[in-house]
């Protein structure tokens, strides 16, 4: 039996101990992140979006690190900024496009051809007819008449078919738009085939910020199940598409968020339900860029209202917080400011009152010109802002 430790040792325990050293680094972070806004606040007006590189190389690194079998495509809608696109490209990574716009954007760029994966189960024809004719050859696809468009524009055309999956405990709900029943999987490859397609395997998404690894766990089996149909049918199966969701901590101190555990239970039932010779690929978008991140904004005026302190920032709701709307996001407000805090409300710089960004922040007292800050918004932020709405601009970004 270990002796239990007596409350009154002055020497702090292990676990106090490491509780100290993760403070301390915290602290280092913190202040890091706040000299490199200072820093940028004498070169750039706000609001902008700094991108770290460095946190870009590093998800994409601990991405392959911890699923080494997996290829990443990056899902470019998470954050098609050209510096974090280029970024990727020289890391090695690979592609996700949704359009013909979002394809020829990446090939523009120098993304190989081979590498892009046209993961939108719909289609226009012109885009079709785009993909066949820049020779992007891998697609998803869900239905059969989708498999008509296909054989009419793209013979040849490499498929996976892209199945429903349980999406429980996930952010953002993907199973609802998306995704044959698993049932009719191999009837579907089967009919690609016979359409002229080429039939490659499966693929499926668990639904953003999915934090509840059962559902990835599940979707495999579900998909090992349609590789063995197929496979004792005849018409083995080369590739599984696992999809993207791969969860990021928004806040500091967020539990329950642990991509490496996560990882390897994936791994490990990769190994165990599949052949050695299948290829699999992802499409992580938020994993690979929402802790690179860092939204700088600027307190534009302020109020007393409701009891509380209010304040307009420069940046908001229908900018570079749409993710607040479109990803059912939140974020932790941070402030250069130190001191006693106050319950204050955040709002955008619109003249709609939609437009709050939240109405029980603890902050200290902010003056205008005031700096608040958002860490890990790098995904679905600027992505999905509005240019302009009310006059006013969403946030240059910046690579650092
Ligand atoms: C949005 C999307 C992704 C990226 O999802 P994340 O949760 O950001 O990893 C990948 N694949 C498809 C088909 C998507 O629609």
């Given at each position: 039996m270990t002796p239990v430790q007596s409350s009154l040792t002055l020497k702090p325990s292990k676990h106090q101990k490491s509780k100290q050293a993760a403070n301390g680094i915290e602290n280092n972070i913190i202040h890091g992140v706040e000299s490199l806004i200072r820093a940028m606040l004498?070169?750039?007006r706000t609001p902008f979006m700094l991108i770290k590189r460095s946190v870009l190389e590093k998800q994409y690194k601990r991405f392959r690190k911890c699923l080494p079998q997996v290829a990443?495509?990056?899902?470019?809608k998470a954050n098609p900024d050209q510096g974090v696109i280029k970024t990727f490209i020289n890391l090695g990574a690979s592609f996700d496009v949704a359009s013909g716009a979002e394809?020829?954007?990446?090939?523009?760029?120098?993304?190989?051809?081979?590498?892009?994966?046209?993961a939108n189960t719909i289609k226009s024809p012109e885009d079709i007819v785009f993909a066949r004719r820049r020779k992007v050859r891998l697609m998803t696809f869900d239905n059969e008449p989708e498999l008509y468009k296909l054989s009419k524009d793209y013979p040849g055309a490499h498929v996976l078919v892209r199945i429903k999956v349980a999406n429980s405990g996930s952010v953002v709900e993907l199973s609802l738009k998306f995704g044959a029943d698993a049932e009719h999987a191999f009837f579907l490859l089967r009919k690609a085939k016979a359409l002229g397609m080429?039939?490659?395997?499966v693929s499926f998404h668990v639904g953003s910020q999915a934090t509840n690894v059962e559902n990835y766990l599940q979707a495999?089996?579900?998909?090992?199940?349609?590789?063995?149909?197929?496979?004792?049918?005849?018409l083995p199966l080369k590739i599984l598409d696992i999809g993207g969701g791969f969860p990021i901590q928004h806040f500091d101190n967020e539990?329950?968020?642990?991509?490496?555990?996560?990882?390897?239970?994936?791994r490990q039932q990769l190994k165990?339900?599949?052949?050695?010779?299948?290829?699999?690929?992802?499409?992580?978008?938020?994993?690979?860029?929402?802790p690179a991140g860092i939204l700088v904004t600027q307190v534009m005026g302020r109020t007393f209202r409701n009891n509380k302190n209010y304040y307009y920032l420069n940046d908001g709701i229908?900018?570079?917080?749409?993710?607040?709307?479109?990803?059912?996001?939140?974020?932790?407000?941070?402030?250069?400011?130190?001191g006693q805090k106050f319950l204050s409300t955040l709002a955008g710089p619109t003249c709609d009152s939609f437009d709050t960004l939240s109405s029980n922040e603890e902050i200290p007292e902010l003056y205008v010109g005031d700096v608040v800050y958002v860490k890990n918004i790098g995904a679905y932020s600027c992505a999905s802002a509005v240019a302009n709405f009310n006059g006013f601009p969403p946030a240059k970004i910046v690579m650092v």
């Open positions: 004498k070169k750039h990443p495509y990056y899902a470019i394809m020829k954007y990446v090939l523009s760029l120098g993304a190989s051809p081979s590498k892009i994966i046209f080429v039939p490659m395997g495999l089996e579900i998909s090992a199940g349609i590789f063995n149909e197929a496979k004792e049918s005849g539990v329950g968020i642990n991509f490496e555990r996560m990882a390897g239970q994936i165990t339900l599949f052949d050695n010779n299948v290829k699999f690929i992802a499409e992580p978008g938020r994993f690979l860029v929402g229908y900018a570079d917080f749409s993710g607040m709307v479109f990803d059912h996001c939140r974020y932790e407000f941070k402030t250069l400011r130190r």
